[in-house]
């Protein structure tokens, strides 16, 4: 039976034997290909060991699949499997309530932490808040004060910091004001935030038009240091700041609080309000292009494709989303909404209201938009039913972008006895990942974990499987065959017998989609894939030989 991971009876002991995280499997992580047409069950979730109070704020994955988290805690250790991290305070009044850092790596492949970095001094508040992963770098927003990292020190305030993929610190930069969010592609790097004052980002220095400005930045990383490019401030007399941050190509998104008299580029606001902007990097300056006021607080944006654009926030009263508007349930609902970005303008499309279940996440892939967050009663996601959770819930739903509507596909459910609403989502091809923190018992499906003392820092995951037969073409997967699997340095492809007489194309396809090789495999049964420089992971084969085609998923180690 193929699995999506490369599990066999050495290491499903091994994992068994995990310190640390606790971790459980549902019988649908070994399903094959078979299973990716059912309706989605959690797979595997995992509480942080070391002790009862510890918290993922933020998950990004790479374009290998691999899965990265970053949080703080502050119990006297960090146990993720077989790492351990400890706490800066080990003795005094304040051990068990001082917080430090961390970011650590996680594999899809064997189902383990890689590597895992502490950040933290003796003083209470340092935190992680945001991490995104760009190639081979990691970059990671974290406030800090009085905090080592690596046996470095750091810089105090909100500063950024940069991983390699093998967890060693590369560099650290303030960012010069209260930071929230954080973007990365390829080597640009940027960071958002408020500040009040002045404001000294790198070598540019901004001045608050009264109280707190929204700020954006750009840095561009050279390897092994990094520097400001440009840095944007966006103000009036009263409070302007940033929340989200998301971009694709030069567009950059930011979400926004704004006063009267806030400047968008070419839209000026006459009153309070929040929306969603978009800044044109042009390589050493930046310029707004429009703003769109939403009508509510964005906590999160998402890009799709086709120039989509997707927000997820709440509201109190009413909502305007283009020409739909949305009206609380009580004091406050949540919405997702879709938005399309036109180049020098932007419309709002569908929007999606929420009145008993909190939406405090947002990821997304081509058309598919996934949600995250926070129930307490039983609750209704769209025309789905979610069961009434034991304690508190947390759910993940999928709405599929149709264009001028967004529908409900799906919705899943979790319990536990606590259930913090902070929660973060990553998306890597047919795989959810939901982070957060929450307080055992919990159940997960068919997943439990016992009592974990407390609220402690918890990864969870599903397998999407129409996200999975979207990207699998119309032959079924038994046709194709890969030996060995997993592969290092080259694999044997066994093509299907309708291939057999005529050249086929292999295609090796990332995670996200994106072609990472192409061969030509003249006529016959088998065919060699080379697999050198090809970097660890979770791949697709895909074949094609005139009308026929065929799939299969492929670990390269």
Do not use: C
């Not at 991290?85 to 080990?90: G, I």
């Not at 590597?115 to 003083?123: K, V």
């Not at 000026?268 to 703003?291: C, E, I, R, Y």
């Amino acid at each position: 039976m193929s699995s999506i991971f490369p599990f066999n009876k050495i290491s499903l002991r091994r994992l068994r034997m995990m310190n640390g995280w606790h971790l459980a499997l549902a019988g649908g992580l070994l399903a094959g290909p078979a299973a990716w047409a059912q309706a989605p069950t959690w797979q595997a979730a995992y509480l942080a060991g070391g002790g009862a109070y510890s918290q993922v704020t933020a998950v990004t994955t790479d374009a290998s699949g691999n899965v990265y988290v970053a949080g703080f805690f502050s119990n006297p250790t960090l146990q993720l499997n077989d790492i351990t991290l400890t706490n800066a305070v080990t003795s005094g009044n304040q051990v068990g309530f001082s917080r430090d850092a961390f970011v650590a790596k996680w594999s899809p492949v064997t189902q383990r932490f890689v590597w895992a970095q502490r950040a933290g001094g003796s003083t209470d508040g340092d935190i992680a808040t945001a991490i995104v992963a760009s190639g081979t770098s990691v970059y990671v927003l974290a406030t800090l004060s009085g905090a080592t990292v690596g046996g470095v020190a750091a810089p105090d305030g909100s500063t950024l910091l940069k991983f390699d993929n093998a967890g060693n610190v590369q560099w650290m930069q303030p960012t010069g004001i209260m930071a929230t969010s954080l973007a990365a592609t390829g080597n640009s790097v940027y960071v958002a935030g408020s500040f009040t004052g002045s404001a000294s980002i790198g070598s540019f220095s901004l001045t608050s038009a009264g109280g707190y400005d929204l700020a954006v930045a750009k840095l561009t990383d050279a390897g092994s240091s990094s520097s400001y490019v440009w840095a944007q401030r966006v103000g009036g007399p009263g409070y302007d700041g940033a929340g989200a941050l998301t971009v694709q190509g030069a567009a950059v998104y930011v979400a926004a609080s704004y006063g009267v008299s806030a400047s968008f580029g070419p839209v000026q606001t006459t009153g309070d309000g929040f929306g969603v902007a978009k800044l044109v990097d042009a390589g050493n300056s930046s310029s707004f292009s429009w703003m769109q006021p939403t009508g509510g607080f964005v906590r999160q944006l998402a890009v799709g494709s086709g120039g989509r654009l997707y927000a997820a926030g709440s509201f109190d009263g009413t909502a305007t989303f283009g020409t739909t508007t949305l009206r609380s349930v009580g004091s406050t609902s949540s919405y997702v909404a879709a938005l399309t970005d036109g180049g020098s303008a932007a419309s709002w499309g569908w929007a999606q209201q929420s009145d008993y279940a909190n939406i405090l996440s947002v990821a997304a892939t081509g058309t598919s938009v996934y949600i995250a967050g926070q129930q307490g009663t039983a609750t209704n996601i769209g025309t789905i039913a979610l069961p009434t959770p034991t304690g508190a819930g947390v759910y993940v739903a999928k709405l599929t972008d149709a264009g001028s509507a967004g529908s409900y596909a799906w919705a899943v459910a979790g319990s536990a006895s606590v259930a913090v609403p902070v929660y973060s989502l990553a998306v890597s091809g047919p795989t959810v990942y939901l982070t957060g923190m929450l307080a055992g018992p919990v159940r997960f499906g068919s997943i439990t974990q016992p009592a974990s003392g407390g609220p402690v820092a918890f990864l969870a995951q599903l397998n999407d499987g129409a996200t999975a037969l979207a990207a699998t073409p119309s032959a079924t997967p038994t046709e194709l065959g890969v030996v060995p699997n997993p592969a290092h340095a080259a694999t044997t492809v066994l093509l299907p017998p309708g291939a057999a007489t005529a050249d086929a194309k292999l295609t090796l396809l990332d995670t996200r989609g994106q072609v990472v090789r192409t061969q030509v495999a003249r006529a016959g049964m088998a065919a060699t894939l080379d697999l050198a420089g090809v970097t660890p992971g979770l791949y697709l084969v895909r074949m094609q030989a005139g009308a026929a085609r065929a799939v299969r998923r492929l670990v390269v180690e």
